[in-house]
Every structure is written in structure tokens, then in C-alpha cells.
């Protein structure tokens, strides 16, 4: 069997198993058995499979069906345009999520940020797309979990940043020592009743109480106490969520102003909370 064929068979057996982005899928499980980059996989697509090669890139091809993200067999996953290390410890980072990093670099073109927090960092990758993009500004990366922080280590260290980015474990905005111009949080905001199915990533990554944003609404209240004068708060949020957390917003923050940005998908995921440097007034 050629390259050529056992990406075909793969895509076929993957989509077949409504495993939405079926090619890339293959590709990624047949560069990872075969140990070669994309280029190499489309230069010599008529190159022939030893056995042994086609029984390890098969097995993968189960495993996917067995449930297991790609990201965790592969121990990578593109965020950002950026190579970050992914495994159980962390939950993937989603697409849809590179609009966090969008929004918050829209915000420093308009007025410099010396000072952004990541809550609930994961991996890192919003912390450390930041850091790239934004190299005067002084980035935190906060998690609950020590094991996910683990893993952002290891992505500091690959991308060069950990100088620059402060890793600090605890819960939400507990570790953090100083006030923020940019808080960004992609949180739990799943239903807990909607993650009974998770398999493999980590629960306390997705579960977000009973309506999902139980998690939300507790870094809104907590935010105001962290957020230095001006300063913004940029959250992650799932369908259905707009209304319950803009209301939160707007009773705590009466003076600042409100933004909700829509996904590709045309889902609001991203609002965005800035304060008014003169007026900021926290409710309690
Ligand atoms: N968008 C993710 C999902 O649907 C949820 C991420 C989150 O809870 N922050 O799996």
C-alpha cells in the first residue's frame, strides 16, 4: 500500500466514523507513525508502506476510533499557528479559542498592555502566543491544576519564554500578587450534565457547574480586585452563555463597556469587559 492509498483508506474509515476534520486528521496519524513531516508525506505520496509501518499507523487509526484525540497520540496540537506539547494532563486547545489571542492583541494596539493574566492556562497556549506576539508585556499564567502546569512549562521552555512568562499554581486569581491591565480566561464552561461522556481530557478543564458558568461568574466577581484602572477582562465563553454573563458584567462593572465577538462558526465566544480609567467603580 503507498502513502498515497492509506491516507485515502484513513480519511474514508475516519469520516465514515463522524470524525469531523477526517483528512487532516489522516495525515497527522501517517506523519506521526512514519516519523515524517508534511513535506516529505506529499513529496513521495507513491513511496510503498513496509508492513510495519502499515500495522503501527493502523493501530493509531484505531485508537482515534476508540475515542482518543489525535493531539494526545501525537503529543502536539497548532494553536496560534504555534507547535505546542499536549497530553492528558491539559485539555487541547481549540480553534475557536485563537480569538481570545485575536481580541487581547487588538486591545494592546490600542493601548499598551505592560501587564496580561491567563487563568486556567492549561498548556499555555493563549499565555505564550501573547508572550511571542507581545514581548514588553509581562505575561501570568495561572492554573489549579499542577499537572497542567507541567506541560506549560515544557511549552515555555520550547517556545523560549520562560523568562517571560510567570507560571503561578492556585486557584483563579488567588496567586496573583498585583492588579493586570488584561485578565484573559478560557474556563470550565461546560454543563457538568454535558461531560459525562469525557473520556479523555481533563474534567476540571470543561466542567463548569450546573448551567457551565458557574466558573465565569466567579472570576467576574472576582475580577474587579485585579484589574488595574482601565484595564480589561477578555472571557471564553459557550453558546447560550452571552446573556447570563453580560448581565453578571454589567451589575458589577455598571461603568464599563461591554463587547461580545462571534466565532467563525457565528457563536458568541469572546466578551470583552474594558473599564474606563477615570469612572471604575467595582459593585459588590
Ligand atoms: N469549547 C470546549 C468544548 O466544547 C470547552 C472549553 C471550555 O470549557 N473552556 O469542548
Not at 469525557?198 to 458557574?214: C, I, N, Y
Request: charged share 25%; hydrophobic share 40%; proline share 5%.
Amino acid at each position: 500500500m503507498t502513502l498515497k492509498q492509506a491516507l485515502s483508506r484513513a480519511r474514508g474509515i475516519l469520516a465514515g466514523n463522524n470524525i469531523e476534520d477526517a483528512p487532516l486528521e489522516a495525515e497527522l496519524l501517517l506523519k506521526y507513525a512514519l516519523k515524517i513531516s508534511r513535506t516529505q508525506l506529499y513529496l513521495d505520496l507513491d513511496h510503498e508502506l513496509s508492513p510495519q509501518q502499515e500495522q503501527t499507523f493502523w493501530r493509531l487509526v484505531e485508537r482515534r476510533l476508540s475515542g482518543e484525540p489525535t493531539a494526545y497520540t501525537t503529543t502536539h496540537r497548532e494553536f496560534y499557528g504555534l507547535d505546542f506539547y499536549v497530553d492528558p494532563r491539559v485539555l487541547i486547545p481549540r480553534p475557536e479559542s485563537e480569538l481570545l489571542v485575536e481580541v487581547a492583541l487588538g486591545l494592546a494596539q490600542n493601548h499598551p498592555l505592560s501587564t496580561i493574566a491567563d487563568i486556567g492556562t492549561g498548556c499555555g497556549a493563549i499565555a505564550i502566543s501573547l508572550a511571542l506576539e507581545l514581548p514588553k508585556t509581562r505575561i501570568y499564567a495561572t492554573d489549579i491544576s499542577a499537572p497542567a502546569l507541567e506541560v506549560a512549562i515544557l511549552n515555555c521552555q520550547k517556545h523560549g519564554v520562560i523568562d517571560r512568562v510567570h507560571l503561578l499554581h492556585g486557584d483563579m486569581l488567588d496567586p496573583l500578587l498585583e492588579p493586570v491591565d488584561l485578565i484573559i480566561a478560557n474556563l470550565p464552561y461546560v454543563k457538568e450534565s454535558e461531560i459525562a461522556g469525557v473520556k479523555f481530557e481533563p474534567r476540571l478543564a470543561l466542567d463548569g457547574g450546573s448551567d457551565g458558568t458557574e466558573r465565569v461568574r466567579q472570576l467576574c466577581r472576582q475580577a474587579g480586585g485585579k484589574l488595574s484602572a482601565g484595564g480589561s477582562l477578555l472571557l471564553e465563553i459557550g453558546r447560550g452563555q452571552r446573556g447570563a454573563v453580560t448581565a453578571l458584567l454589567n451589575t458589577l462593572f455598571p461603568n464599563g463597556g461591554i463587547e461580545v465577538v462571534p466565532d467563525l462558526s457565528g457563536i458568541d465566544r469572546v466578551i470583552s469587559l474594558s473599564l474606563t480609567a477615570s469612572k471604575h467603580k467595582v459593585a459588590r
